[in-house]
């Protein structure tokens, strides 16, 4: 079947070239150079099988021998020209190739080995142009379809270009030397700088043990719907962009922008969520102190997605030209199963969401951002009797992948929400749980969730607060700034 597939995309490739008057990128004489090199020397045949795939040759009759060669090192037997060949009879493939004369030849015409490198280079090169010819002409066929939905086909179109490319980019190995060195020089700075690593979050005992959300590093942040993931996204989306004056990017699948920037604008003002939606007229003194207090927020460097079913290829490109052209610092996803998956996993719910959750990943990785990514919780949180009700891992919702890939991930707990507390004075008591670190300890932290301002506090700080109110005094200035 994948013979089959492969034969039609050359075939495609081929008339593609009549049509506009080209041949399809190639270069057999360095694919007859690897071919020949690796013949006669097994050191060639490690380093092509760990570069090259089949398809990085054109000719068929080099497919041909390149996947038997395959064949022998998977059986751990030597390559030369007779387990080639013997390869190839087994195969039936031996007269397709032109016989053992040919081997013969390609062994003949090997030029200096200290050029091989450079010949597996420009097959890949050639393979990748040739991968993006076929997408081109897919898509282009596609374009053509009134048939094909518009959405679906901005999908299909990145996602065939960046398949095109990864498939034939590799990384490199590094020697433990050169790593060592590097983290060595991170060592070294971070002993000459007292401030977090990382992007801040704004709260002091979450930055204590994250030393902020560190670069490539994916944030699972979950909790069951209305608990406060989207008010707890935006106040670390705020701390950083408003306090820190990092650059941050919101993609909100759920929300629409104006939607989050009232949000935004009850938290930082104190004003009433009534009265910044007008159900409840603003008195001339709340004018004078929205408009004071939404100066710094104005100005925040924070930009906000409100792209609905947000495909997967086109939030990795709006990303990348966020972080390239923006400098953004953070990215914030609000939520993972809102998202939209390959288009060819739609139907299969939970392979989707893993492959979501892998590129989130991926995503983060490649740009060296932190991303933190929404997640719902599965009933079974509350439907669970017995215990704290706390969330546990495998509450996250429709795919264990999710757990597998985060690097950290935090529930959001309130007791009074699951039906464990009656007493009013629980009411606000929040808890935000670090269930998972790699890079560090797991804990709770107790915080409070200020409901009608959208803002969450550390439990110390509320505790401060209301100390201050009790004994009549001012609540300070620190509060209104930070918060």
Known sequence: MAEKKQSRSKANLD??????????????????????????????????????????????????IFEAMGKLVNEHTSVDIITVSEKLKALGNLEAVGGYVVLAGYSER??????????????KQKAIQRDLITASYAILKDAFDDSVDVDDLVDMAQSKVYDAVQNNVRKDVEEIGSVINEVMSDIQARQNSSGLSGVPSGFHTL??????????????????????????????????????????????????????????????????????????????????????????????????????????MEFRTKAKNLVKNKGVRLIVV???????????????????????????????????????????????????TGGTGKPMLSDLRESGSIEQDADMVLFIHRPDFVGLSDNPEDKEKTQVIIAKHRNGETRDIDMVFKSERVKFIEMDEALDMQAQMMS????????????
């Open 207 to 312: 930055d204590h043990i994250t030393q902020g959300w560190q670069p490539s590093d994916l944030i699972i942040l979950a909790a069951r719907p209305s608990v406060g993931k989207t008010a707890f996204a935006l106040n670390i989306a705020r701390n950083a962009a408003v306090d820190h004056h990092m650059p941050v990017a919101f993609f909100s699948l759920e929300m629409s922008s104006s939607q989050l920037a009232k949000r935004l604008v009850v938290s930082e003002t104190g004003l009433s969520a009534d009265k910044i939606k007008g159900a409840i007229k603003l008195e001339d003194y709340e004018w004078e102190q929205l408009e004071y207090k939404i100066k710094d927020l104005s100005k925040a460097p924070l930009y906000i997605d409100d792209t609905p079913g947000l495909p997967l």
């Open 15 to 64: 008339n593609l070239g009549l049509e506009i008057g080209n041949k399809p990128p190639q270069a057999l004489e360095a694919e007859e150079a690897v071919l020949g090199a690796m013949l006669l020397e097994p050191s060639i045949v490690d380093q092509s099988m760990a570069e090259l795939t089949r398809d990085c040759f054109y000719d068929k009759k080099n497919q041909m």
């Open 472 to 483: 009549g005094a001012p609540v300070g200035s620190a509060m209104n700034e930070d918060f």
């Open 334 to 384: 609000d939520y993972l199963q809102l998202m939209q998956g390959p288009a060819e996993l739609r139907g299969l719910r939970e392979q989707e969401v893993a492959a979501i959750s892998r590129t989130l990943k991926a995503t983060a990785k490649e740009l060296d951002v932190p991303i933190i990514a929404l997640s719902q919780l599965s009933r079974q949180t509350v439907q669970r």
């Open 110 to 123: 090997v030029g200096s080995a200290a050029h091989i490198e450079y010949y597996i280079k420009i097959l």
